[in-house]
């Protein structure tokens, strides 16, 4: 059944242009079961969703990982909570970068949480919540200068900082820090280290109470070299992704494994033509048909996510790997077809994904332009359509005018998407 019938079947509307994103929200339950085996009950788990999603679609995501029981959303941005407070995500959402001071109020009647990060940001912010509503002030957590050098209060500032945040009308929540390095064994111990000096600092200034603290991403959690502590934040292996190259010790692989990527980027050819040899194909002519070929068009190019100077490489159509050929255009990039037989505008090409015992990964591609999982993941185009389905049951379609969700009964709920 073609992906347009698939999706009319579900009730939903059929792609505005045949490339899509293919999300697993079985994959995300699936990952969030593995954290939380690793991590034990008592563990918080915050799921990171800002950049889309990396990639995937920040709502459906967010509602995912909701309902798989993660107790924590993170983002990046203020905006990007609030459109998930908007979307109907009721999960406790903390922004890790600090927010402009004319949104506090809205953070805190979203019952955002938001980070500071250095104390001359923080006077401001507890001057300006000197004049807002009590159900207007925003829970604040503290970020830890650890050895990331990228924002945080230093661990010897950390006492004095709560102590004002305290002293302020501001509600305090946990103390955190993010690792620069996880794979480095020394540079993660010191930051290990001096995230327990500045827990120590604080214990003794507290009178032996101290907020609940995460340091743990991804790379800090399977490599085993971070605490847990009272939380973890993970981003990438939310997604059923890992950190290119990272050591996991014996005793983490099976978890490692268990890990399902969610995402696959797939689409149907736009033309399949046979030229001579010789013909050039693509602007520049730089690629030149060496025999007599068969070059398929695909709608994808580097408006979507196949990087113009890198190689992207292959494609999978009919289980067989074909090389992708001339430069990549704005909208459309070329699969030379010659090797397999029958190839028609039927047939569902993979560009990111499985496809009968083959597969190109988040990893190879990272690899292959010299970058991280991350970029791929979140270099995806918005305006590209997601389509979610769960085990093999399509559950909804977001495109760039809308966003909707398929029901049991055939029928399906729209949302208009102003952006």
């Known amino acids: 059944m073609s992906i347009d019938d698939r999706l009319r079947a579900a009730g939903l509307p059929t792609l505005p242009r045949p490339v899509w994103l293919e999300i697993d929200l079985d994959a995300l339950a699936n990952n969030v079961g593995v954290i939380r085996e690793m ?224 995402m696959s980027l797939k689409c149907l050819p736009l033309r399949i033509e046979r030229f001579p040899a010789g013909t050039r194909v693509s602007y520049g002519g730089r690629w030149t048909a060496a ?20 190689p992207w490489g292959e494609a999978l159509v009919r289980g067989q790997r074909v090389p992708l050929v001339g430069t990549v255009a704005m909208d459309a990039v070329m699969a030379d077809v010659t090797d397999v037989p029958g190839v028609s505008q039927d047939d569902e090409f993979v560009l990111l994904g499985s496809q009968a015992g083959q597969e190109i990964s988040t990893g190879d591609l990272a690899r292959a332009r010299t970058t991280i999982p991350w970029e791929v993941a979140t270099g995806m185009s918005y305006r590209i359509p997601r389509v979610y389905h769960a085990d093999s049951v399509l559950m909804g379609l977001r495109t760039l005018i809308s966003e909707t969700t398929a029901a049991a009964d055939g029928a399906s709920t729209k949302g208009d998407r102003n952006r």
């Not at 025999?291 to 890198?310: C, H, K, M, N, W």
Request: charged content about 20%.
């Open 291 to 310: 025999r007599e070929s068969v070059i398929a068009t695909l709608p994808a190019g580097y408006a979507d996510a196949i990087p113009r100077p890198a």
């Open 39 to 262: 991590v034990g009950p008592h563990v918080g788990i915050s799921a990171v969703v800002k950049a889309d999603g990396y990639g995937h679609g920040a709502t459906q995501v967010a509602l995912a990982f909701e309902s798989a029981g993660v107790e924590r959303l993170c983002v990046a941005s203020l905006d990007e909570a609030l459109a998930l407070r908007q979307a109907g995500v009721e999960a406790s959402i903390l922004v890790l970068f600090p927010i402009p001071l004319d949104g506090l109020a809205d953070a805190g009647a979203a019952s955002i949480q938001v980070s500071a990060s250095d104390p001359a940001s923080i006077r401001p912010m507890i001057e300006r919540a000197r004049d807002l509503p009590a159900d207007h002030l925003p829970w604040v957590e503290v970020e830890v200068e650890t050895g990331l050098s990228r924002g945080g209060v230093k661990v010897d500032d950390v006492p004095a900082v709560l102590e004002s945040l305290r002293a302020s009308r501001c509600p305090v929540g946990d103390l955190w820090t993010h690792v620069a390095a996880p794979e480095d064994v020394e540079a993660t111990a010191r930051q290990v280290s001096e995230f327990e000096r500045a827990i120590a600092l604080e214990r003794v200034a507290g009178g032996g109470f101290v907020p609940a603290c995460h340091m743990a991403a991804t790379g800090g959690l399977f490599t085993g070299r971070v605490p847990a502590y009272q939380g973890v934040r993970i981003g990438l292996g939310m997604y059923g992704l890992l950190p290119a190259d990272l050591p996991i010790p014996e005793e983490l692989l099976l978890f490692a494994a268990r890990l399902r990527p969610a």
